[in-house]
């Protein structure tokens, strides 16, 4: 059984340019729930997507937005990238309904931003 | 606002030790999860607490949850070298069964020496 994969690894890019980050969440998950982790930090909400829509959001810019397809999988975008926008970004996939659930996260995305 | 604060920040301890790590966070919450985070790796789930009481253990490291005192500890017993990694406590703030939107502390570094 396939956990919760992101896609890239590991990614630089130039300040202002903007990124896509995927994820496919573990087999039998609906939701995916988006994470930044600063260095030394901990993980910071930024928004969940479920049934293709972004059902929460944590206290992040517009510049960052997602998607989630039928297949459940999620893109997470970021435009105008800052040298602050570079952290390890998470993903995490639960499913709506199971209150014991708890939510798997990915291997992450280290984003660096120059 | 959830707030949640750990302490402490930084542990070292030598093996065959036992320590413990709190977890505090400022609103009502039924949901509380420990997770491992090894140095560029993503976050393992170790315990969901999810009633006031829980108390669960795998090895050694015992978690405990006192919703009324808004606590929780991760007890670790004759700490070996293996257990190095950071240590996060998470608190869930959906009001919605299964979701998660995790508000986590700033994690605990653990280091455990010969």
């Known amino acids: 059984d396939a956990g919760v994969t992101q896609s890239p690894t590991h990614l630089i890019k130039t300040r202002g340019q903007q990124v896509t980050l995927r994820c496919s969440p573990k087999?039998?998950?609906?939701?995916v729930s988006w994470y930044q982790q600063a260095l030394g930090q901990g993980p910071q909400f930024i928004f969940q997507?479920?049934?293709?829509?972004?059902?929460q959001r944590g206290n992040f810019p517009d510049r960052f937005s997602g998607h989630q397809f039928p297949n459940y999988s999620s893109e997470l975008n970021v435009n105008a990238l800052l040298l602050g926008d570079s952290a390890l970004y998470l993903c995490?996939?639960?499913?709506?309904?199971?209150?014991?659930?708890?939510?798997?996260f990915g291997q992450g995305t280290r984003l660096t931003v120059v | 606002e959830l707030k949640v604060e750990q302490n402490p920040l930084f542990l070292s301890m030598q093996e065959g030790k036992n320590y413990t790590i709190y977890c505090n966070y400022s609103t009502t919450s039924d949901r509380l999860y420990w997770y491992r985070q090894d140095p560029g790796k993503s976050l393992e789930s170790l315990f969901v607490l999810l009633s006031n009481g829980a108390v669960k253990q795998e090895g050694r490291l015992m978690a405990s949850l006192d919703t009324k005192a808004r606590l929780s500890t991760l007890h670790i017993t004759a700490a070996v070298h293996d257990l190095s990694a950071t240590y996060f406590c998470?608190?869930?703030?959906?009001?919605?069964?299964?979701?998660?939107?995790?508000?986590f502390g700033k994690g605990t570094k653990l280091t455990v020496n010969p």
């Open positions: 995490a996939s639960s499913l709506v309904g199971q209150t014991s659930t708890e939510a798997f």
């Open positions: 998470a608190v869930d703030r959906s009001r919605q069964g299964g979701s998660e939107k995790l508000v």
């Open positions: 997507y479920y049934e293709e829509e972004e059902r």
């Open positions: 087999s039998g998950h609906d939701t």
